[in-house]
């Protein structure tokens, strides 16, 4: 944290609701029924902590809101319609019983500023994206899955809770264009141009973060591809993701009406 910093005294963002009463629309449904699904796929994966971390989604239209959680419900409480609408200076629109996270005000808002294509941010703090995030070298192109990663990482240094302007910023710049972000020392963060593809990339960034885990404890020695073949495996990736970014959403919410239905609600 800088001296220079404004920053929140707690979690909860002070909040200062505006007037909205204009109809949801059928696209903002969409988003927040995605969005509220993405919520449940993360608890029914372990990878919330307790009522804290965040994703968001940009609301469509040229308002540049975006939806969030009220900090106080756990992942798998989310439901379409409890989701907060928010904008970019921290004001809730329209009304929410609960605040949203000062933090995911911080991280979240200044990257759906930064990035137009960040139509949904999602920021975690999985055991194994923790631990990697505390690696000097940060994620390696040990396999095939982190490969989808090479060149499209950035990384981020500690400076305390996310409470700080300042540090918006320069988390921002850190992303750069880059599709995930190693916040070191604290967790793993991932932007799509769907809630779908963040969450897809989330999902290929928690599993090489675990691979890796599980390699290093074995305590034997390392190999890698090399650097040519790296560069053809994220070239291919590349290519793939240019294509689609829902390919795997679909199945994802089939299985999440079988165990945890009500999230469109």
Known sequence: ???TDTSYSSFDLPVHHLQDDSPVSAAEMAVRTDLAAAYRLCALFGWDDLIYTHLSARVPGDK???LVNPLGLAFDEITASN???IDLEGNVIGESLMP????????HGGIHSAREDAQCVMHLHTEAGMALSCLEEGLLPLNQHALRFYGRVG???YEGIALTHGERERLVIDLGNAAALILRNHG???VGRSVGHAFVEMFYLEKAARVQMQVLAAGRTIRMPDDTLA??????WTRDLMKTNSREWPSLLRRLDKVSPGYAD
Do not use: C
């Not at 949203?100 to 991280?107: E, M």
């Open 1 to 3: 944290m800088r001296e």
């Open 64 to 66: 540049h809101h975006f």
């Open 83 to 85: 989701l907060v609408k």
């Open 100 to 107: 949203p996270n000062a933090a995911g005000f911080v991280i």
């Open 155 to 157: 990384y981020h240094d």
């Open 188 to 190: 793993t963060l991932t």
């Open 231 to 236: 560069k053809i495996t994220s070239e291919q």
